[in-house]
């Protein structure tokens, strides 16, 4: 949950740091990001899956999806505290580099890696590559065969287990693009290949069924699909020493919901793999959950500049749009907003940004303390997958972000300025 912020006194705090006082410094929108919640939520995953060291006496890896949000600040923190990486191109692997995340601690998904990208992870000898298509493996192995190397491979498969979320961020069913199919044999297929080529070594095998899961039966599918695999290799004379099962753990966008913890999921898991271990040697276990790391730490502020009413509705408009923070317009998500002020009067009303998109609307119909001109709100749960899908839509500058954590406030992310929005742009000399 959040845990780190709390309302005292009629005010908004974030790890202690009155909201409406960060906006009024920083400028808005802001997004602000709490490093106590980030050591919080990682805590909980080393706590949670100890017992997969103790019981096995194999390793553990939390490899961060840099996708839910790659600033460097938030990179480099989780580094620090010993979380590994997974990278999904070039640039996240470049900033994994970047916030020293140790090799063996940095693996590398996505179903069209380039051979550039091929070449950068096998340079930085990362723990593993997660191949997704017999014709990457191939390019894989020619491309070390050229360097003179070995690269280490894992194989992503696709189990066809139903995640039970929204159809845009499940990952792991027949229809979906990602992996290696396990039912019709190209899986298996491909790791026999993969056996008989010389640049290439075999360390694991991986999966990812999908993003927000809220309900902890499609890990434990997952995992029997994993391993039920890695039992039918070793029959096959392939011996496995890593298991990632992805990452996918949602978080309480619903204020009123529970959903499954960190403990719950590593139970689920670890108890499942142990089904096994008479069937196999147990292998090291690897995760790469993003949204769980980083979602609850994120708040995105905004100053309300005008207030409209409708027959329909009140329409509150805020200085954040949905180039800022994508989710509710592209996936409908459900993010939890407040008035950062306490007021004696609530009212109902709906929550917009200022684009030309009928769909840049943060939420409807939502009970806040009575909005007025100036006033702050803060949307919740914005630090995964809102920076790092923000854009640059209506020529608006991406925000700033800062940092709140024990040793004070750090802006880590400047806002672009009009200058930035045209720096890539080249007009040709005829219309000079
Ligand atoms: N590993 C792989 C291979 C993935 O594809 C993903 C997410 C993750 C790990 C991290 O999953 P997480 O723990 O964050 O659920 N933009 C969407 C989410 C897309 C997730 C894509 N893959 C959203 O805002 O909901």
């Given at each position: 949950g959040n845990d780190t912020v709390e309302i005292k006194d009629g005010r908004f705090f974030i790890d202690g740091y009155d909201a409406v006082e960060l906006a009024e410094k920083f400028g808005t929108p802001l997004y602000v990001m709490s490093e106590e919640q980030i050591k919080i939520n990682y805590n909980k995953y080393i706590e949670a899956f100890k017992r997969w060291e103790e019981e096995t006496g194999k390793e553990f890896v939390v490899a961060y999806a840099y996708k839910a949000n790659a600033n460097l600040a938030i990179t480099r923190l989780l580094s620090k505290l010993g979380c590994g990486a997974d990278v999904v191109s070039g640039g996240e692997l470049y900033i994994a580099k970047l916030s020293n995340v140790p090799s063996r601690k940095i693996v590398f998904n996505g179903n069209c890696k380039t051979k550039e990208e091929i070449i950068m992870g096998i340079e930085t000898k990362i723990r593993s590559f997660n191949v997704d298509s017999i014709s990457e493996l191939i390019l894989i192995n020619e491309t070390a065969k050229e360097l003179g190397e070995t690269a280490n491979i894992a194989f992503r498969i696709n189990p066809n287990v139903n995640p039970k979320t929204h159809p845009k961020i499940s990952t792991g069913l027949k229809k979906n693009k990602f992996g290696l199919d396990v039912e019709s044999g190209v899986a298996l297929k491909a790791i026999k290949m993969a056996t008989e080529m010389e640049h290439v070594n075999v360390v694991g095998v991986?999966?990812?069924?999908?993003?927000?899961?809220?309900?902890?039966?499609?890990?434990?599918?997952?995992?029997?699909?994993?391993?039920?695999?890695?039992?039918?290799?070793?029959?096959?004379?392939?011996?496995?020493?890593?298991?990632?099962?992805?990452?996918?753990?949602?978080?309480?966008?619903?204020?009123?919901?529970?959903?499954?913890?960190?403990?719950?999921?590593?139970?689920?898991?670890?108890?499942?793999?142990?089904?096994?271990?008479?069937?196999?040697?147990?292998?090291?276990?690897?995760?790469?959950?993003?949204?769980?790391?980083?979602?609850?730490?994120?708040?995105?502020?905004?100053?309300?500049?005008?207030?409209?009413?409708?027959?329909?509705?009140?329409?509150?408009?805020?200085?954040?749009?949905?180039?800022?923070?994508?989710?509710?317009?592209?996936?409908?998500?459900?993010?939890?907003?407040?008035?950062?002020?306490?007021?004696d009067e609530k009212e109902k009303v709906s929550i917009a940004g200022g684009l030309c998109e009928s769909s840049d609307v943060f939420g409807r119909d939502r009970e806040l303390d009575k909005p007025e001109v100036g006033d702050i709100l803060a949307i919740f749960d914005v630090g995964a997958y809102g920076i790092s899908m923000a854009n640059n839509y209506n020529a608006r500058g991406r925000p700033r972000m800062i940092l709140t954590s024990k040793k004070g406030v750090f802006l880590i992310r400047e806002r672009e300025t009009y200058a930035d929005l045209i720096a890539k742009d080249i007009v040709p000399p005829h219309l000079l």
């Open positions: 991986h999966c990812h069924i999908g993003s927000q899961l809220t309900d902890i039966s499609p890990f434990i599918e997952e995992a029997r699909k994993v391993m039920d695999f890695v039992v039918e290799l070793k029959k096959e004379g392939i011996e496995i020493e890593d298991v990632n099962l992805g990452g996918g753990l949602g978080i309480p966008y619903e204020k009123d919901k529970q959903i499954p913890t960190q403990k719950d999921l590593a139970d689920a898991i670890i108890n499942t793999l142990l089904e096994y271990k008479d069937k196999v040697e147990m292998p090291n276990l690897i995760l790469e959950p993003g949204r769980s790391l980083v979602a609850t730490a994120g708040y995105l502020l905004g100053r309300v500049h005008h207030i409209k009413e409708t027959p329909i509705t009140k329409w509150v408009m805020i200085d954040a749009g949905m180039n800022d923070m994508m989710r509710p317009a592209m996936y409908e998500a459900y993010h939890h907003i407040i008035n950062c002020k306490v007021k």
